[in-house]
């Protein structure tokens, strides 16, 4: 049976080199949902980070917003939200969206606004060349045997393995869309992370994520020595030169091959 230990944790240092982007704005058809100016006045109305449900506030050329949107926990695919836009004082609903997680990792808006219902289908992509996989060619029986004898003492220390870069759309998605698809990628982010992230995202107006993978692995000795446990630490940024952080510490996860764990 597989053993994973995933371990999340913020850490304030970096390993190996530091990193560095820039931001290309996108123009969106509803103004209040993607925008390449910044958002000000951002603030949390609620921000329920178990229930999937999210409030917020804030400002954008001179119009005040509110937003209240809630994410189907039974699927993490589908969000509904409600846009309210302030009128001589008082937040008016101006329209509502339903965005859908597909199969194929494209991205459903529906708009409906003054009874008009409008679509459109935006991809969500992610570039990822991932190192070798730790299981390949494990003897899951023989691999067993040789870790009850003699454990982690049969592998290496450490050992930075690749740097890997990616991005994932954020124009035109709303808090709660840009946590879905952060869910998605990036199952492994605490709840808490993943809802501060978005929220982070959506207020700068930024229409990009982007992130960085640091692999460490650990190899058995022998020779050739073969991969059995591996670290990634994940950092988040605003910009493709990935110099800027979205969120300044990075979330480790650890791997072990079957038999090959601590």
Do not use: C
């Not at 999340?8 to 390449?36: G, M, Q």
């Not at 509904?80 to 836009?85: K, L, R």
């Not at 492994?188 to 107006?205: D, I």
């Not at 591996?230 to 910009?239: G, S």
């Amino acid at each position: 049976m597989k053993k994973v230990t995933s371990i999340v944790f913020l850490v304030l240092a970096i390993f190996t080199s530091s990193i560095s982007t820039s931001i290309s704005s996108a123009e969106s058809s509803t103004s209040n949902v993607s925008s390449n100016v910044e958002r000000t006045n951002f603030e949390w109305v609620v921000n329920d980070d178990l229930g999937g449900n999210y409030e917020y506030t804030y400002e954008e050329e001179g119009i005040s917003y509110r937003i209240v949107e809630s994410i189907n926990l039974e699927t993490m695919k589908d969000v509904s939200s409600d846009i309210y836009v302030k009128e001589n004082g008082e937040y008016v609903l101006s329209s509502k969206i339903s965005t859908k997680l597909l199969d194929d990792n494209n991205v459903l808006i529906s708009a409906t606004k003054d009874g008009v219902i409008t679509t459109e289908t935006i991809p969500v992509e992610s570039v990822d060349s991932s190192p070798p996989n730790i299981n390949e060619g494990v003897n899951n029986t023989s691999s067993n045997k040789i870790s009850l004898l003699a454990g982690n003492a049969d592998l290496t220390d450490w050992t930075f393995q690749s740097i890997t870069r990616g991005s994932n759309i954020a124009a035109k998605l709303t808090v709660a869309a840009i946590v879905v698809v952060l869910n998605h990628y990036f199952p492994y982010l605490p709840v808490k992370l993943v809802t501060t992230l978005s929220g982070t995202y959506y207020a700068l107006g930024t229409p990009t994520i982007y992130w960085q993978k640091q692999w460490y692995y650990r190899y058995t000795l022998t020779n050739p020595p073969l991969p059995r446990a591996e670290r990634v630490f994940t950092y988040f940024y605003t910009d493709s030169s990935y110099t800027n952080y979205a969120y300044d510490s990075p979330v480790m996860q650890e791997t072990y091959a079957p038999g090959w764990g601590p």
